[in-house]
């Protein structure tokens, strides 16, 4: 996968390396486009994409195949690759082409955030609902501290079953039967 021509239109600049990987030729070609001044490169020496396909487009030779496409960019690579890079481009920036990709970006957009908001309600998991239920919790845990102190001092499962009431309550929504129904299965095996 080629990540030079495979964003959306060209990119705005690239290394030399890439550039020649654009066109299809070797790196050599581009040292010496960018010696002849037939480049747009930044302060940092990097390839400004569009307006360098333009100018080698422009100072393409035609004794050498240049703009009737023959033989390429000093006679290697294509005038023809870079007007349909250029075309290609141009047909990217469409404003109306960009609208439709945005709307369906945003129509794809929706609909996730729509799946997760429905899967965060169904579950519970906002973090404000989370955090409401885990202040329940220890203020539960508060109020039965002396129960839970005995249960735990005492042998056998008192402490897991208050414990369990508890937290089927808060985080449940069960009624003392429900809890206790759900103790039962729990420790008792009872159906």
């Known amino acids: 996968m080629n990540k030079v021509t495979d964003v959306a239109g060209l990119p705005h ?10 066109l299809g030729v070797g790196a050599a070609n581009v040292s010496r486009w960018a ?16 307006t360098s396909l333009t100018k080698l487009l422009a100072t393409a030779d035609p004794s050498r195949g240049g703009l009737r496409g023959n ?10 690759t870079i007007r349909r890079l250029l075309a290609e ?4 920036r469409d404003p109306s082409r960009q609208v439709s990709s945005l709307k369906a970006q945003v ?12 899967f965060r309600k169904e579950r519970h998991l906002s973090a404000d609902d989370l955090a409401a239920k885990l202040c ?3 203020e539960q845990i508060d109020a039965a501290w002396g129960q839970l102190s005995d249960c735990r ?20 929504g069960w009624s003392d039967a429900e809890a206790d129904e759900h103790i039962r299965q729990t420790y008792e095996g009872e159906p």
């Open 89 to 92: 481009d141009a047909a990217q």
């Open 13 to 22: 600049e690239c290394t030399k390396a890439e550039f020649a990987r654009l």
């Open 153 to 172: 001092k005492a042998d056998g499962d008192a402490f897991e079953r208050l414990w369990d009431r508890i937290e089927g309550r808060v985080f449940y």
């Open 71 to 80: 033989a390429g960019v000093s006679g290697s690579g294509s005038v023809d």
């Open 35 to 50: 010696a002849a001044g037939r480049l747009d490169l930044n302060k940092h020496g990097r390839v400004v994409v569009v």
């Open 107 to 118: 129509a794809e957009l929706t609909r996730q955030l729509a799946a997760e908001v429905a």
């Open 136 to 138: 329940a919790f220890a």
